[in-house]
């Protein structure tokens, strides 16, 4: 057994940015600029962009976060997203979801320029990188694809079976997954809620990238000796061991799981922290004007 | 064994949208309007364009190609596509391919307004597709989702193989099939070049789809009794007892699978009938305005 540490990966890949940030900086340009688009108040939203903009000062990226009344409307709100499209200090754009109920995030989503899409959730950059084309990559299965390429885990030809068809995990990871490019290659399934043999189909997997958002799901019983196990999940259980009183979980059994993988990520601290690193790496690749390879990693 | 008869949808199908376009003009409103920009000669090109202009007139659709010398420059060619865009009497464009090689056909392809890429080429259409969004899809494809609603076929639960991952067959009805949709919800696994075991894959499926383009691969020993196989390989191979010297080729072999099949497409008159057709049925609804839907049929 042997622990993808992507607590680790995600200080390297953070080193890596801050380098290349400060080269540019000493070059007197000006460094990478992510504005967060943020409407009304909600917690975990708070947490999300409070870590968000700690990791970029950490390494020089510029962060703002604007900040609306959640009674802005939807007009105001795409008139702010025109002008930040249009403002050549703003590299990367985000949108914190969840948007209040009379604004159409969709349609808030498809107001950004695609080139400052760093979350990667326009249907240009997902159409993109469908086809193969470079494009910004969501956050969260882009951060395992550089996990694989980091810990060099062999995908070609491996059978990788990923649970969950999200727009945001499953159908990007399978897609990802299944390129001819490195790491990828894989034959891929993809199981759901309507998959009747989801024990079965994981047993046959050499890689299982776990994204249902169900606490212990993945068992021992599911997980073929020698495989790849990547756990997405990140649900709060009570855990009254805890200070806080909860724990994240993950999708998988670990303890149970864990000696019969090769490789396998906990929760926390294997997805979890590559995702806002990737978040940078896209803004980043925005100021430079490039966008990542939707095949391999820039 | 029961044959999936395309070329019998098709005529029912190309009915329909004579039906709708002839109450359309009775109303006084102008036709759909197709066009097709066809850039220098190819004999592909050319049969599949006359093919696309007899069904047009058929269903009372408008159909225009315009045509110019493969000496046209990228950026004219830019310019005649902005200028299509900008009609308000064309409600679809396709490019015909391949183009020169002076010219970017990714940059022509997105050039288009994605409200008339009837082709469903366009990055926008792709990734709208792939989140579930109504989108214009390719034809092969929704051709094929056709086929399994109109014969009602289950898809549910089932486990689909796809056979190949071409971003205009394998890719979209991988993704296609795994929406939460009818048809749709499978489980899908992709197979292609890199998959070592596409035997036994196939043989754990409840619907093949074959699109590799290699004429006979699907053998009988594939195939799970009872599975439906869909086969969209259309492969010109030597046929000496044929006055053109040639036929079309599936990928699978039919004469021994057919037997072991719930449904079967033939080749030719299975798939390949089908695919004129969505793009009538696109050019109909871009004049109407309506995308279709992404996930079910319109």
Redesign the interface.
């Known amino acids: 057994m042997n622990i993808i540490d992507g607590k680790l990966m995600a200080a390297r890949l953070k080193e890596e940015i801050a380098a290349e940030v400060a080269e540019m900086t000493a070059r007197g340009e000006r460094p990478p600029h992510l504005v967060a688009v943020i409407v009304g108040n909600d917690g975990g939203s708070e947490a999300y962009v409070a870590n968000k903009e700690k990791n970029c000062l950490a390494v020089g990226i510029r962060s703002t976060n604007l900040r609306f009344d959640a009674s802005i409307s939807e007009e105001e709100l795409l008139g702010e997203i025109a002008r930040l499209n249009n403002d050549a200090e703003v590299d990367g754009i985000i949108i914190q979801l969840p948007l209040p109920r009379h604004i159409d995030a ?1 349609k808030v989503t498809e107001a950004l320029d695609w080139r400052k899409d760093v979350d990667g959730f ?7 990188m ?4 470079p494009a910004f990559r969501p956050a969260t299965p882009a951060g395992i694809m550089e996990l694989l390429k980091r810990y060099d885990i062999p995908t ?2 491996k ?1 990788a079976v990923v649970l969950g ?1 999200s ?1 945001i995990v499953g ?1 990007p990871i ?2 990802m997954l ?3 490019a490195m790491p990828g ?13 989801i024990k079965e ?1 994981c047993r046959r997997a050499d890689i299982i990238v776990a994204a249902l958002g169900s606490p212990g799901f993945v068992t021992a019983d599911m997980v073929k000796p020698g495989a790849t196990v990547i756990d997405v999940g990140t649900t709060r259980v009570a855990d009254p061991t805890r200070k806080s009183g909860w724990r994240l979980a993950g999708d998988v059994a670990f303890d149970e799981v864990k000696d019969l993988c090769e490789w396998i990520t906990p929760v926390p601290g294997g997805v979890g922290p590559m995702t806002n690193c990737i978040l940078m790496l896209n803004t980043l690749a925005a100021r430079k004007g490039e966008l990542p390879s939707a095949t391999g990693n820039k």
């Open positions: 969709q326009h249907p240009v950059n997902v159409g993109r469908a086809i193969g084309l070609k030809g059978h068809r727009n159908k399978a897609t299944m390129q001819k290659d894989c034959t891929v399934t993809v199981c759901h809620s309507s998959t009747p043999d189909q």
